[in-house]
């Protein structure tokens, strides 16, 4: 049992570290934060029942691991009332292109899709793979300004992001990504007499399929994924050097394709505030991989800025979940 004791406290170590680390070799330990918690947590019981000084390793981890990574569950009381005069309400959502989980040319989900964002009434939404069939269409009309990556044209193979507005456009941009489908866009928005600059990304996919991973050798699927962590390092490196220039205050909203304890989160994050850690309640999971929930998609703000609620939607419309946040800007 202490043998197994040290094994998982040395892994909840290691995971400790990597996020202040450019080892794409052990990152995917990160993946695993939660459950090494969980069972440094059961050896911290166990030897605690046994009246053995055991469990000062595990107890000593834990209280490191809070302290370096922070917590993975939201603990926040109930949203605070919300004055809509000096706040925005913010949604990201990779929405799978609009057709549904199970692909199908006949899925609805694209409809119900509209429906749900008209009924929420989000003022910016940020969408990663987007549907580039909605540009011309008359869906929403009430998003008097968008900056959508595609052109109509020969197919560049990119994965498609978009913003939607409330908010005039002043300013738009890409990020293009090295040898990657993947990409980052940036809007600057005009609120009031202020300007803030959104970035909406998408990092670097995992590629994991859990139909296939039973016929995929090991050695393979490690560098794969190897190979995907070090993308979303080159990746967020791109995103956060180019935050450095921004002549505006920050908001950043995306699916990270990695978890809270990873390196390319630590890396965008900075010192911008996570709405889940701050607004946010219980395990808040945006993705469901083999029945596992992760969190994987986030909306980071200014520091300056007040999270005044963080929402995480169960409408089971594509393989992640949206999220929405409602923001605080100061006056002066």
């Not at 990556?149 to 005039?168: C, H, L, M, T, W």
Request: aromatic share 16%; hydrophobic share 40%.
């Amino acid at each position: 049992m202490l043998l197994l004791n040290m094994i998982f406290s040395f892994c909840l170590l290691l995971a400790c570290i990597i996020p202040y680390t450019s080892s794409a070799s052990l990152a995917f330990v990160s993946l695993a934060v939660p459950l090494l918690v969980f069972v440094n947590i059961l050896f911290f019981v166990y030897w605690l029942l046994c009246k053995k000084l055991y469990f000062l390793l595990s107890l000593s981890i834990l209280v490191y691991g809070y302290f370096a990574l922070g917590t993975f569950i939201g603990f926040n009381s109930m949203n605070k009332s919300i004055s809509n005069e000096d706040s925005i309400s913010i949604m990201s959502f990779n929405s799978l292109g609009f057709r549904g989980k199970e692909d199908e040319w006949k899925s609805t989900a694209g409809e119900t899709i509209v429906k749900f964002i008209q009924n929420e009434r989000p003022d910016i939404i940020c969408f990663q793979e987007f549907d580039y069939k909605k540009i011309r269409s008359h869906y929403f009309e009430e998003y008097p300004y968008k900056y959508v990556d595609f052109e109509f044209g020969p197919d560049n193979g990119r994965v498609i992001q978009a913003v939607y507005s409330k908010f005039k456009i002043l300013e738009e941009g890409l990020l293009e990504f090295p040898e990657s489908s993947n990409s980052a866009i940036f809007v600057d928005v005009k609120y009031k007499k202020d300007t803030i600059r959104i970035y909406n990304l998408h990092l670097e996919s995992l590629k994991i399929r859990p139909n296939s991973i039973k016929r995929e050798r090991s050695d393979k699927l490690f560098e794969r994924l190897r190979h995907s962590f070090a993308k979303q390092q080159e990746q967020s490196t791109i995103v956060r050097e180019h935050m450095n220039t921004s002549p505006y205050k920050n908001i950043v909203c995306g699916d990270f394709n990695n978890t809270q304890f990873s390196n390319s989160y630590f890396t965008i994050k900075g010192d911008l505030r996570d709405s889940f850690l701050e607004r946010g309640r219980g395990y808040g999971k945006t993705i469901n991989f083999w029945k596992l929930p992760f969190r994987i998609d986030y909306i980071l703000v200014d520091v300056s800025f007040e999270v005044q609620s963080h929402k995480n939607y169960d409408i089971d419309l594509s393989d992640h979940e949206p999220i929405m946040a409602t923001i605080k800007i100061p006056t002066e």
